[in-house]
């Protein structure tokens, strides 16, 4: 009977073994869907934020990107539509910086650059407008570096040159500025873009600069930029400087006397900047002959005879003849006599004697050039706040100044300000308390609505969720497939049986245990059982005896 008993377990046993190692197999895959999912969850969880790298770039500008990204190994991707290129947010700045020392993005502006890549066999018209593209992206590079300007574009109307001067014709320039949202520019930063714009092209004037905002506004009017008053930005600002430069003087110097935030000045500066040039052509009264210069002399002198000369001489042909020679007479007194009456005959009855002397006028010419700035007249308001003392029952109590310390105050801020009472300097100090603005309740923003809080909150339920997902399949199917995996087996504890049980129990259609002591723990339940319900066992054995006839 034993070895029957023998005989029929040992199917079983086999049968068993071969659903141990199913169950085995299909618990191993069980536990490797599990660690997959759980795997997936926490990746999910670690998933990086991705932020806006650059947005709004050209497609050159994205291509040369990209291509350094992959090369700094920073992974990215592309935003809905292509127009931003979205990198992790702990990558961000880094990428920014090194990036920029690459000379990205460009802003798809081409400069000199351009000239590097001539070819041979290049024509002088190509030439010429590979020039003009390199000079325009130029241009706007230095304009875009102004903090308040985010994008701009050059375009120079350069006219041919010509040999004659009548066809010269002078070049012309256009910007376009795209500012940055809620940035504007002052008068005197159009100015400056519109001179660097005009001396960076040959024969450029000033006037023949447009700037023109993206919302299609015209900054380069001149009498925007100069002003109503047909000044100068520089002029403006050094009018704004001075007058700035006097309110901190007298604030500097009376803070320390009445405190901090009780005091305040204005002042206002008349500045003169015209420049005078005067020319001034100064006669000195007639002086004594003596003292003056002669400068040309004139003399002129005439004879003339009264009545008509008569003839003297021997008639005939001797008259015609030239003189002998003279001989002394032996008496000279009938000479000299006839002489003198010859004299006498021919002397002059009239003489007339002109002479004209020119003098140097004495004069003086004086050159007066008066400096360009002045200021004419100098207006200076100051508004001094009561006294903060602490009364005789411990409240703040507020008193005016004392006329004293009225005096101390103007005294100082006249010295301050440069008072000149002949220049016609005003000066008015008051004395009264300030208003106490009323505190604007701002209106606290909900947690929920705080966008610190939002990022806050996005991340930690993420990183919950993830942690309440990996809990649940570890707790729920993890440890359970373990434990049933290492488990040894289990002797499964006796038990009244009917015969159908024992019959299906040792018959081996019900699962028995499995193991490396599998046989020997089934045949030591079969022992026990047949200890303690013979009848059953006799019953079993009957059958199999039935069964074998």
């Known amino acids: 009977m034993a070895i029957a008993s023998e005989s029929a377990i040992t199917p079983n046993v086999l049968g068993m073994t071969q659903t141990a190692v199913g169950r085995k197999l299909m618990l191993g895959v069980g536990i490797a869907a599990v660690v997959a999912m759980m795997a997936a969850v926490w990746m999910w969880s670690q998933k990086p934020d991705y932020r806006v790298l650059f947005s709004n770039f050209s497609d050159r500008d994205g291509g040369a990107i990209v291509a350094s990204l992959q090369q700094l190994n920073i992974p990215y991707k592309f935003a809905e ?13 880094d990428a920014r ?14 400069g000199f650059e351009l000239m590097e890549n001539q070819k041979l066999g290049v024509s002088q018209f190509l030439e010429q407008v590979n020039f003009q593209r390199a000079l325009e992206g130029e241009l706007a590079r230095s304009i875009q570096s102004v903090a308040a300007v985010q994008a701009a574009r050059v375009h120079l109307a ?26 504007t520019l002052d ?17 450029l004037p000033a006037k023949n600069v447009t700037v023109v905002d993206q919302s299609g506004n015209l900054l380069s009017n001149s009498d925007r930029i100069a002003g ?26 009376i803070t320390p006397i009445v405190g901090p935030n009780n005091v305040r000045a204005e002042a206002t500066a008349d500045v003169d900047f015209s420049r005078v040039e005067q020319a001034a052509e100064t006669y000195k009264p007639n002086q004594t002959p003596e003292a003056t210069t002669v400068r040309s002399q004139q003399t002129s002198e005439s004879k003339s005879t009264n009545g008509s000369i008569q003839a003297a001489g021997v008639p005939g042909a001797l008259s015609n003849q030239p003189q002998p020679n003279a001989a002394a ?91 000149n009472k002949e220049r016609g300097d005003s000066l008015n100090v008051v004395n009264s308390p300030f208003a106490v603005p009323e505190k604007e309740k701002i209106a606290e923003v909900p947690v929920w609505k705080q966008p610190e809080a939002l990022s806050m909150a996005k991340d930690t339920g993420k990183y919950l969720l993830a942690g309440l997902v990996l809990l649940y399949l570890f707790f729920k199917f993890l440890k359970p497939m373990l434990a049933r995996l290492a488990a040894p087996a289990v002797q499964t504890a006796p038990r009244q049986m009917d015969d159908d049980d024992a019959i299906v129990s040792l018959g081996g259609s019900k699962p028995m245990l499995s193991g490396p002591r599998a046989y020997e723990d089934n045949l030591s ?20 005896m039935g069964s074998n006839e």
Not at 534 to 539: I, M, Q
């Open 97 to 110: 910086l090194k990036l920029a020392s690459q000379g990205l993005p460009k802003g798809g502006n081409v």
């Open 329 to 419: 007479p032996i008496n000279g007194a009938p000479a000299a006599n006839a002489a003198a009456g010859t004299n006498a005959e021919a002397a002059p009855s009239n003489m007339q004697k002109d002479v004209t002397v020119n003098y140097e006028v004495d004069k003086t010419i004086r050159y007066v050039q008066q400096p360009m700035v002045g200021l004419k007249r100098l207006s200076v308001a100051v508004v001094v706040n009561h006294r903060q003392e602490i009364g005789k029952d411990g409240k703040p109590v507020s008193r005016p100044l004392s006329d004293a310390e009225k005096t101390q105050i103007t005294d100082l801020v006249k010295e301050a300000m440069g008072y």
């Open 81 to 93: 539509g292509g127009s931003a290129i979205l990198v992790p947010a702990d990558h961000v700045y």
């Open 158 to 183: 350069l006219p041919k040159s010509s040999v004659f001067v009548r066809d010269l014709q002078k070049p012309t320039a256009s910007v376009l500025l795209n500012l940055n949202q809620g940035r």
């Open 228 to 253: 109503s008053n047909g000044l100068d930005p520089s002029q403006l600002k050094y009018v704004q400087e001075l007058q700035q430069s006097i309110v901190r003087r007298i604030e500097s110097i």
């Open 525 to 544: 339940a079969a022992k026990q059982l047949a200890k303690q319900d013979p009848k059953v066992v006799a019953n079993v054995v009957k059958s199999w």
């Open 187 to 203: 008068p005197q930063q159009v100015s400056a873009i519109v001179h660097l714009v005009a001396s960076s092209v040959p024969d």
